[in-house]
């Protein structure tokens, strides 16, 4: 088994030197360089080229919210089923049974979102 070194790090190191020096200085040349003009239309705030119209602190529903932290939670759980689908025949039994556990507390969980109406829109 070969160790090693810490000479063998050193094109990584140079390599990641590089890359660093290249933003820095992009950075610092870009804002030297470029153009520093002030005016009342440059400096209003836009959204998509849609013009800004009231409050940025709006109220906004909970309820998008909570959809959107129940789309990850679900699809990183649907994440978890990839592996184990590729290794179906290796885990036998014992996985097959693991599995549906898994997916008891999954299904557990959605019923008592959709219990509690979250997903309800009015």
């Known amino acids: 088994m070969q160790v090693s070194s810490p000479q063998d790090y050193l094109p990584i190191i140079i390599q990641f030197a590089l890359a660093l020096g290249f933003v820095v200085l992009s950075m610092i040349a870009s804002h030297a360089i470029g153009p ?3 005016a009342k239309v440059k400096d209003e705030q836009w959204e998509c080229g849609i ?3 009231g ?11 909570l959809v959107a932290i129940l789309f990850v939670l679900f699809d990183v759980e649907v994440i978890f089923m990839y592996p ?3 290794n179906f025949r290796y885990l036998g039994w014992i996985g097959f049974v693991e599995m549906v556990i898994f997916m008891s ?5 959605y019923f008592y979102i959709i219990k509690k109406g979250v997903l309800n829109w009015e």
């Open 36 to 38: 520093k003009r002030k």
């Open 51 to 53: 013009e800004s119209v």
């Open 55 to 65: 409050d940025a602190r709006a109220p906004i529903s909970i309820k998008y919210f």
């Open 84 to 86: 184990w689908a590729v």
């Open 105 to 109: 507390f999954l299904l557990t969980g």
